[in-house]
C-alpha cells in the first residue's frame, strides 16, 4: 500500500502561482512514475501532467505545459506540480497518484495509476 499526501492548496487570486506537493513513503516513491490530476466540480477527472522514475515528464496541453512545472526528488520522497498565471478554471482539487506497474511511463489514464492520495483543494478567485 502506498499512501499519498498531496499539500499546498488553498485561495489563490487569478494570476498567481502556487506550489503543490506530494509526499509518498520511502523507496517506493523512487521507483514509481508519478502523475498529477484534477477534478473540478461536476467534472471528469482530467490529467494535468506526469514525470516518470527517471525525471521523463509529460503535460497535459502545450498550453498547460506553459504555466506548469512537474517536479520531483527522490532524495526527499516528494512530487511537487508549481502552477503559474493561474485562472479561475484552474479551480479543482488536485491530486497525486502513483504508477506501480510502469515506472518508467507518463501515462495520462487514470486508470494506469494505482494508488492516489486524497487530494488538495486549489480555488483561483479574485
Known amino acids: 500500500q502506498v499512501q499519498l499526501v498531496e499539500s499546498g492548496g488553498g485561495l489563490v487570486r487569478p494570476g498567481g502561482s502556487v506550489r503543490l506537493s506530494c509526499t509518498g513513503p520511502?523507496?517506493?516513491?523512487?521507483?514509481?512514475?508519478m502523475g498529477w490530476f484534477r477534478q473540478a466540480l461536476g467534472k471528469e477527472r482530467e490529467f494535468v501532467a506526469a514525470?516518470?522514475?527517471?525525471?521523463?515528464?509529460?503535460y497535459n496541453t502545450d498550453s498547460m505545459k506553459a504555466r506548469l512545472i512537474i517536479s520531483r526528488d527522490n532524495a526527499k520522497n516528494t512530487l511537487s506540480l508549481e502552477i503559474y498565471s493561474l485562472k479561475p478554471e484552474d479551480t479543482a482539487v488536485y491530486y497525486c497518484?502513483?504508477?506501480?506497474?510502469?515506472?518508467?511511463?507518463?501515462?495520462?489514464?487514470?486508470?494506469?495509476?494505482?494508488?492516489w492520495g486524497q487530494g488538495t483543494q486549489l480555488t483561483v478567485s479574485s
Open positions: 497518484a502513483a504508477d506501480v506497474a510502469y515506472g518508467g511511463g507518463t501515462s495520462n489514464l487514470p486508470a494506469a495509476y494505482d494508488y
Open positions: 520511502g523507496s517506493t516513491f523512487s521507483n514509481n512514475a
Open positions: 514525470i516518470s522514475r527517471t525525471g521523463v515528464k509529460r
